[in-house]
């Protein structure tokens, strides 16, 4: 096998370069689509867009195991009422 010049071993590394690129890339993105489906199992409509996207964001820049502990040493909140007890009042009469 003749040996490459230069310029056909850049080419050839170039071309390894972007197949390997695309590889990430799909990766990435059926990694991404993974966790897209769980995230439609989850009750997020509980949380406004805004909320939603920077838990996310912050998690994802502290690190997933961080952010965890972190909301894991939180005390529990009491879950609030979502609609008014049904033959209550829709106001208070005090």
């Known amino acids: 096998m003749p040996k490459m010049t230069e310029r056909e ?11 390997v690129a695309d590889e990430v890339e799909s990766a990435r993105r059926a990694l991404r689509d993974r966790y897209a489906g769980m995230v439609t199992e989850l009750p ?20 997933g195991s961080q952010a965890l ?4 040493a939180l005390p529990v909140a009491a879950a609030e009422p979502k609609t008014r ?10």
């Open 9 to 19: 071993r850049l080419a050839d590394l170039e071309a390894r370069q972007r197949k």
């Open 44 to 63: 997020i409509e509980a949380l406004t867009e805004r909320d939603f996207k920077d838990l996310l964001n912050q998690a994802i820049r502290v690190g």
């Open 69 to 72: 502990a972190a909301l894991k």
């Open 85 to 94: 007890p049904k033959g209550g009042p829709a106001t208070s009469m005090a």
